[in-house]
């Protein structure tokens, strides 16, 4: 399989999925994460219209954003730390992996600094496993409230990575639960709060992710296969 084989299987998935569960396509957009992936490989997947990828590394995006077209919307996926926010808040399109308050003070801070907005998704640990980054659901409202009255910094949505599992119907719940967040702040109505993205769903489980209401979907092995990590890049 070819990446362009991968792409159309992808596309035609999430045209099949949004047909069968009244979902309009054009609201549901595929985000292609080439983490680790080469320059040819992201060109290919370009060159076959796709124009949102997904980076979890501030250097690794940062290398591979002079090689490509200017007119590619650039995904921070990957947990940030505080001290690399000055590099990408003015380069990608959306932060997805908001995590704390201090990280969105600083997101504010050299926001405003090189005067652009940054549009930015909390990232929620829906599943509460112990491993992963995000916001508890308890302490999620509370920080918007807080990131809300930043200057230089809007929150769009919610963002979740749901667990690995072989059976990606276990995973439906939480996509539900983040949905059901999402719809519980929308009705808060706060000042320079929206809610229209969800990003849930990867390589594994994004069918189910759309059933359930996802508007981004991020999908890397199912694109440019499996991801090989060497020693020195983890
Ligand atoms: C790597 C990654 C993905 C894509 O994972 P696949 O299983 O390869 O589709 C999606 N979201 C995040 C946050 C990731 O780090």
Redesign the pocket.
Known sequence: MTIIDNLNCVQQDIKNTCKSHNRNEIDVTLIA?S?TKPIDMIKQAYDAGIRDF?E?KVQELMDKIPSLPNDIRWHM??HLQKNKVKYIVDKAYLI??VDSLELALEISKEAKKKQVIADILLEVNISQESSKFGLSKEKLIPVIEEIAKLDGIRIKGLMT?APYTENAEENRVYFHNLRQLSVDIKEKNIDNVSMNILSMG???DYRIAIEEGATYI?????IFGE?YYHNTSI
């Open positions: 994460v983490k997904g979890n996926i990957g997805h992996s990575v990867m390589s594994g991020r999908v890397g092995s199912g991801r």
